[in-house]
């Protein structure tokens, strides 16, 4: 592996951690701390964060670990060899389709549906399919970053 190669996937270890362990904390405890809230304030905090997050540090580094796993994914196929080849391979899409797909396919449209909501009449919504299904969904990526994390690091190790 060139030093390139390897100091961008060294990065990529923590990026991913980080990113997953935000993903981590909302399906740990915010996601069952905002259900709690009476009324409606759980969901208007939503609301709220699903705004304020495309603003974030956290959107910046999420998305730029879009072009580096594309990269990460490209350069070990076609320069990789052996086990780390694999993992590295597997790291990348696992952010890729575990991470961005299911952001895309899943989590954004049912923050949109959430949002042209008004609070009073989301509590539905937000019972029966928001805190069940986004909250799975958001597991699935929690998962997937630490994977991608934990099979970069893998391939880091025993190159």
């Known amino acids: 592996m060139s030093l390139w190669f ?7 270890v923590i990026a991913y951690a980080a990113v997953g362990g935000v993903l981590l904390a909302f399906s740990d405890f915010l996601m069952r701390s905002f259900d ?10 939503m609301q709220v964060i699903n705004v304020e997050i ?3 540090v956290f959107m910046v580094l999420s998305m730029a670990m879009v072009p580096v796993s594309a990269i990460i994914l490209v350069h070990a196929a076609f320069h ?5 080849r694999i993992l590295l391979m597997l790291a990348g899409g696992a952010y890729l389709i575990g ?4 952001t895309g396919i899943g989590n ?7 949002a ?6 989301a509590a539905p919504f937000w019972k029966e399919t928001y805190m069940t299904t ?4 958001n597991g699935l990526r929690t998962v997937a970053c630490m994977l991608a994390s934990g099979l970069t690091l893998a391939a880091l190790i025993i190159r």
């Not at 390897?6 to 990529?12: D, E, F, G, K, T």
């Not at 009476?38 to 208007?44: K, P, Q, Y």
């Not at 042209?116 to 009449?121: C, F, T």
């Open 99 to 102: 991470v961005v797909a299911v």
């Open 36 to 45: 709690r809230i009476r009324d409606r304030g759980g969901i208007e905090v």
């Open 54 to 56: 495309l603003r974030s």
């Open 134 to 137: 986004w909250v799975a969904l």
């Open 116 to 121: 042209a909501l008004e609070a009073s009449a």
């Open 108 to 114: 954004v449209p049912l923050n949109n549906r959430l």
């Open 6 to 12: 390897i100091l961008l996937s060294s990065a990529s």
């Open 80 to 84: 990789g060899d052996g086990l780390p």
